[in-house]
């Protein structure tokens, strides 16, 4: 959000989007006198001399005002409280409960049948068919 606020200091936007965008209705003076409405449009706006910017408009404390809550308001409120909101109850996707749930169902039928919780011979030893010696004489085993 900062960053499209940023994006107003680009003269080439700020002459064609955002004056568009930002013109607030203009008084239409009935006076034939110019200095009249000169006077009226600097006495109605006065500007705080002690204002600090947030860092988003340094010409206009209403615009800077505007952006700094706008910009806390969609990061806080939407990214943090619904994103959290969000994450926290998104559904399992990875099945990390069903796989703890599966491995206490199947530790709960090794003890009834009275297996080790873990069998070393995961697959029958006489299942594997392994290498004879001259083919793997030449090859360096790692283990």
């Known amino acids: 959000m900062a960053a499209l606020i940023k994006l107003r200091q680009i003269p080439l936007i700020q002459r064609c989007v ?12 009935t006076s034939k006198k110019n200095s009249d409405s000169a006077a009226t449009a600097t006495a109605s706006k006065p500007e705080d001399k002690n ?9 206009s404390k209403e615009e800077d005002t505007n ?33 703890q749930r ?7 039928r090794r003890e009834k049948a009275g297996l080790p919780p873990i069998d070393p011979n995961f697959i029958d030893p006489k299942q ?16």
């Open 18 to 29: 955002w004056n568009h965008l930002s013109q607030t209705s203009r008084g239409i003076s």
């Open 51 to 59: 204002w600090v910017s947030y860092g988003f408009d340094y010409k």
């Open 67 to 99: 952006a700094h809550n706008a910009s806390f308001f969609f990061s806080v409120t939407l990214c943090l409280v619904f994103g959290g909101f969000a994450w926290a109850y998104a559904p399992d996707t990875h099945l990390r409960d069903w796989a």
């Open 102 to 108: 599966e491995a206490f169902l199947e530790l709960r």
């Open 128 to 143: 594997i068919k392994l290498p004879k010696e001259s083919d793997i004489c030449d090859v360096e085993i790692i283990i």
